[in-house]
C-alpha cells in the first residue's frame, strides 16, 4: 500500500483481483472449451432441440426445420463467443476499474460500495451469455434471452453500469476540485 | 507503479462508461435503434441513392441498418477494450518514463486516443445523414484516423522512450 494522496497507484483489495483473474480465467478455459468440444456442443444443443419440437417451432418437414435448428445454433455458438469476449474484457475492467476507486476515492463507504459493485457486475454479467446459451436448447432463442436479461444482464449489467458512471463522476469531482 | 495523470484517468473511466451504457442500449434497445435508423434512411433518399423500387430500395436501407449496428457494436467493443488500455498504457508511462516533457506529450496523445471509440458513434450518424459509403469515409478520414493515429503514435513513442531510457541506463 501506498501513502495517501502519492501519485503512485494503490492495489484493489484482494478479492476483487481475484474475482477478475478467475473471470479472465474462465474466457481463457471458454475459448478453449468452443474450439475443443465443438463437435460435443453442437451434438449436445442439436439433441435438445429435436428433443422439444414445440418449444422450437419444428413442424417436422427437413427443410423447414433445418432452417430454425441452423438459426438456433448459430445463437447458440453466439452466445458462448460472446461470454468468452466479455468475460476477457470484463476482467480487465474490473482490474483498472478497482484499482482507481481504491486509488481516488476517499470516502470508505464510497470506495467500498463502487469495488463491490465493479467486481460483482462485471463478473457476473459475462455469465449471462453462458446461461443464455445453455438455456437456448430448452426454451428457444428469444425466451433464454428473456431469461438471461432478467436473471443476469439487467442487474449485474446495471451495477457495473452505475458504478463505473458513478466512479467517473467522483474522478471528475476530484479533477475539477484540483482545478 | 505511477499513476497517469487525472485527466487521462478520467477519459479511461468516461470511455467505459460509455461502452458499457452502448452495451446495454445496443441490446435492449434494438428494435428502436433499427427503426430510427430506417427512418433516417427514408428522411435521406438522395445520399442513400433509394430508386422508388421497393425491392433495392430495402436492400440498400438494410445495408444501411446493418452498418449502423455493427457501428454501434465497435463503439461498444473498443470502447470497452481501450478504456482499460488507456489506463495500462498511462501507467507504464508514467512509471518508466522519466522526462517531464516527454510524459506529458505521452499522455496527450494517450488522452486523444482514448476517444477513438467515439469514431465509431460517428461512423454510425454519418452514415444515416451521409449514405453508406461516403459517411463511412468521411468517420473513418476525419474522425476515425485521426484518433486512432495519435493512440498509435502514442504507443509508438511509449516504446521508444523505454528503449531510449534503458540506453541512457543510470544518466536518465
Redo the contacts between chains.
Sequence with gaps: MTVAGS???RRPPLPALLVAILLIACAEVGGASMVKFKLELTRWARSVILARPATHGLVGVRDVDEQVIDEAMVKFDAALRLFH?HAE??G??I???T??AA??VRSDGARRAVVVLLSAGGAGYPVGYLLWSALIPYYGVEAAKTIA?RVI?IPF??A??AA??W??AL??L??AR?S | ???PP??V??L???V??LG??A??VI?QFRPQVARHAMARVAANPQVHGLAGSAEYDAEVTARAVYAVEAGLSFFH?HA??L??LV??VG?IG?SVVPWRRARGALFALLAVGALFPLGYLAYSVAVLERGRESGIEMAERYVLTPLGSALILGLVALAALIVTGRRRGPAA
Design positions: 501519485d503512485d497507484w469476449l474484457g470484463m480487465l475492467v482490474i483498472a476499474t484499482m482507481t486509488t481516488l436479461e444482464w449489467g446495471g457495473t453500469i463505473t458512471w466512479l467517473t474522478v471528475a476530484r479533477l484540483r | 507503479m505511477r499513476r487525472l485527466v484517468i478520467l479511461g473511466l468516461f467505459i462508461a458499457e451504457t452495451g446495454a441490446s467493443t470497452q477494450g478504456g482499460p489506463i495500462l501507467t508514467a
